[in-house]
């Protein structure tokens, strides 16, 4: 609870119009994207700079009070529920494009700036920022450092965290630094910057970020591999990296998802295979010809049953965006759609597709999957009712399986979407209890009064799974 | 001092083949490769495997016994020299190449393989390491990863950052973690792998890593622009970037290095021109031809004098090679060579390379300047004898002056060679004290003991060179 007195501190700093307590307010940030967490906030507060933001912290720091940093809350591992209350912090003001330097190849931006706008953005100037989360359309680019977001580039490109070389956070005691800077290369003491990216709002809040671009590529090219055989498919993948050809994306759909992807684009998807590989080259053009070709023979050889090259960008995008509304489509179908991203090493996709189609048998459960095959990160998406607790506690049960198996293979329980509290009782199946205290070490570190994001990332509990009824 | 009890203890760890306290055993390791710094360790160990390191370090945590790990000493910050005393440990055991995985395109090692032998185990498969630090022949990829090396191919490629994708770690508990995987993707929780990246042995002790690989590009050529004035030479620098060409390779060396490394090297350089840049593309070649082509005509417009592009690979190795070698043949002219690497943003470079040459003259220093222009990355290096104690101190008031103008322009105090005892007192410069106190945090709940390498990074006084007699 917020008493009246500290309410009046915090609206002295932002304006009473920026304090927001009321019911209505309240309910709309409590809950994010993740199904089956609701929390409601004390208040919602959106401080209008750097300054503000710092004043907040020490008030809160001083009364203990939680502090949820959120972007557009379109996170799945209720990394922006406000699970312990306290306040969600706004960026709706801190959402400029400082500056885009074309001698140094970096964009400076405010961490509420749509993640979109900015590619856009950075794009009229003939330059490139790879990452692209599915959710670009909405994310902002500070929730994407907080969760260190992939996207259908990672291949290639790698994640947010390879393009962030400069933050400005503001620490749980409310001080100001700056990490990193306009520089290929820095070694001066740790590295903050990458220790902030992926860290979910529970060390700071990050109040600005320089991030790297490169030049855009001349040219793309997409196709589309039908396979009726699953394993065939993901066995592609590894085929594709171990022949040394690295393309853009390399994303994998099974029928289940390809037919409510097409259910809801309407854009020609076969829907009468098994799964298909979406894969894109990039780059000079006799290159992307080269590996498109070198990449269909691959796909031939591993037995798809039909290799389509997209004609145009409007077909190639055309997929692309089924591609990206694949979560959006499978949500229509059921009230609840739990999202996963274990992830392992892409020589293992085949293994674990198989293992997730077992389990899903073996849990009687309704999964499609789809995702990243190229990182070895598939998304399983299980498709359920919250209130038919009988299948939610067998939807509980297969996703530690998956978890566990991907561990097995030396994979991860995440491969993009982050912990938050989610996800946070399997992550000791990941870092060991070994591991786990090296991480609580930096956290109490940093926020010794547990003032920042808390509940996220370190359960309360290890393995076992909070179920929160809606 | 290490008692005969403790003594005893290890040497039943390692054998006593293994503990060496003798004086010329610890003569040896006394100093590594920086000028000015040396301290006599109480007793040299060389562990066989992980286990003996997690034992040995237990033994010292309980005993508050400084432990300073080391690969080939070739480090130019004082990082492994043990100015406190203790252990210093060895990793002449640890020395494998446990795996090279063409399928997820990674290599496994023990912190003491020689960064070249892994370089060339991996372009044995036809594929690339990118980090190559010009002491790749007799440096470690263990001190590379807790120095965060760069090297010549930084600019298109970036840092050993860019390429740890796992590591085993003995904290300072002796707990064993492991932290990442073979994996594209890995969010869950805190990125600790990169944490320890350039953590100067300060968090723990790496005794196993993975690294990313990437195809070996498939062709590569080097170019030579020779100019008559130093910041015409520092503006091409700028201009390419902005022209969005990411070279391999953007190598600048000024006159007075030129003259020594030619008179070293004698492969023909030109020591007529105030500068050169040495430049390589690699890549597919028709993509390497047009680059190199573009790059030539922007060298003419920023009014290079002649460019020449090497006809052959040998010529191009040769270049390479003399460039590589610029520290040591520097080094043979005077009794002392201190060589700093402060870092600014690329399009500072001229602005940086003007007021290094000033502050030179102003301290009537003999200092030369080479480096990686393309990643804001020079070093400054001064040919000095440290028996001459006023001109010492006039070297270190200019490397203050460099270390303020690189932060005035937006650097760094450390491009590539770490922090160590040499540049802690000057890290405040780059961090302030917040930006100190967060990092401290940081060691302070790795290591509360202070056993990790301890004197490094942090300085007992800022800003104040402390200056060691030999």
Known sequence: MISNEIKLKLCNIVGLENYDDSNV??????????????????????????????????????????????????????????????????????????????????????????????????????????????????????????????????????????????????LANGEIIHTGGKLAKDVAGYDLTRLFVGSEGTLGI?????????????????MLALYQDI?????????????????TTLEFLDQPTLEVVEAHAQIGLPTDVKAVLLIEQDGPIEVVKRDIEKMALLCEQEHAVSVKIAESEAEADGLRTARRSALSAL???????????????????????????????????????????????????????????????RVEKAFEEIFEKAIELGGTITGEHGVGMMKAPYLELKLGSAGIAAMKAIKDSFDPNNIMNPGKVFAKESRKRVVVTQ
Chains 1, 2 share one sequence.
């Open 25 to 170: 307010g309240r309910l709309v940030y409590s809950y994010d994207a993740t199904p089956q967490f609701q929390s409601m906030p004390d208040a919602v507060i959106s401080p209008r700079n750097t300054k503000e933001v710092s004043e907040i912290v020490k008030i809160c720091n001083e009364h203990q009070i939680p502090i949820v940093p959120r972007g557009s809350g379109t996170n799945l591992c209720a990394g922006t529920c406000p699970t312990e209350g306290g306040i969600v912090l706004l960026f709706k003001y801190m959402n400029s494009i400082l500056e885009i330097d074309e001698e140094n190849l970096t964009i400076t931006v405010q961490p509420g700036v749509i993640t979109l706008d900015m590619i856009t953005a950075v794009e009229e100037k003939g330059l490139f920022y790879p990452p692209d989360p599915s959710s670009m359309k909405i994310s902002t680019i500070g929730g994407n450092i907080n969760e260190n977001s992939g996207g259908l580039r990672g291949l290639k490109y790698g994640v947010t965290r390879d393009y962030v070389i400069a933050l400005e956070i503001v």
């Open 231 to 247: 394993e065939a498919a993901a066995k592609t993948v590894s085929k594709i990296i171990a022949n040394k050809i690295i393309p």
């Open 331 to 393: 949500a229509r179908l059921k009230p609840t759609t739990i999202l996963e991203d274990a992830t392992v090493p892409r020589s293992e996709i085949a293994k674990m597709v198989k293992a997730t189609n077992e389990i899903a048998e073996k849990y009687q459960l309704n999964i499609c999957t789809f995702g990243h095959a190229g990182d070895g990160n598939l998304h399983p998406t299980c498709l359920t009712d919250v209130r038919n607790h009988d299948e939610i506690e």
């Open 206 to 222: 990050v109040t600005e970020a320089t991030l790297k671009l490169i030049p855009m590529p001349e040219s793309k090219m997409t």
